[in-house]
């Protein structure tokens, strides 16, 4: 129809109306609108369905791909609760002043810019109080736009106090105890 429109074809009988809709219906029964050859229709329709099953198996991936981040990150987050992915970290710090500067490097990069130096070049890591930490964080979030939203808790619903709180004694727990490690 668009088509037909731009060819002009459509410009005597719609030259008394405003728009297409008042085309009369035994006009456009009367067209003929040209079709393409059997095969070719066969083909736009083998085509149109391999497109349809290949966004189908997209889909389908996309859906387990959800599937198998939400059990990775499941997995990380336990790890970490567990204390399985700092094992290295604590090691380092414990060790602080046997490591080169290269092995150095690899722990400074979470430390605030201005204490990096001293720290590379200092006998220990220094260790800061969760409270700290905190604050920096919320230092740090109005500068990279990250708003404050409230963390997601399975099973119960939890205010930013608790999961402040919660976040606090975890930290602080964790730095306390690497602390009786070394």
């Known amino acids: 129809m668009t ?22 219906n035994d ?7 040209p079709l393409p050859p059997f095969s070719e229709q066969q ?5 149109i369905d391999s497109l349809f099953k290949f966004a189908d198996e997209t889909e389908k991936n996309a859906g387990e791909a959800r599937k198998r981040v939400e059990l990775m ?3 990380i987050l336990a790890r970490a609760f567990r204390g ?14 046997d490591l080169d500067a290269q ?12 204490e990096r130096e001293r720290v590379l070049n200092g006998n220990e890591f220094p260790m800061e109080p969760a409270s700290r ?10 500068k990279i ?6 963390p997601k808790v399975r099973g119960r619903k939890m205010d930013n106090k608790s999961a402040h709180s919660g976040a606090k004694n975890f930290l602080h727990g964790s730095c306390t105890s690497l602390l009786e490690t070394n």
């Open 103 to 114: 092995a150095r490097g690899r722990y400074v990069f979470v430390l605030p810019e201005e």
């Open 43 to 47: 083909e736009i329709v083998r085509r």
């Open 145 to 150: 736009g990250t708003k404050g939203n409230k």
């Open 3 to 24: 088509i037909y429109w731009k060819e002009g074809r459509f410009e005597k009988e719609c030259k008394n109306w405003v728009n297409q809709s008042s085309l009369p």
């Open 133 to 142: 930490l905190l604050e920096r964080i919320g230092e740090e979030r109005p």
């Open 27 to 33: 006009k456009l029964i009367q067209l003929s609108i």
């Open 73 to 75: 990150t499941q997995s």
């Open 84 to 97: 399985d992915l700092s094992g290295d970290f604590r090691e380092a710090v414990k060790n602080w002043k």
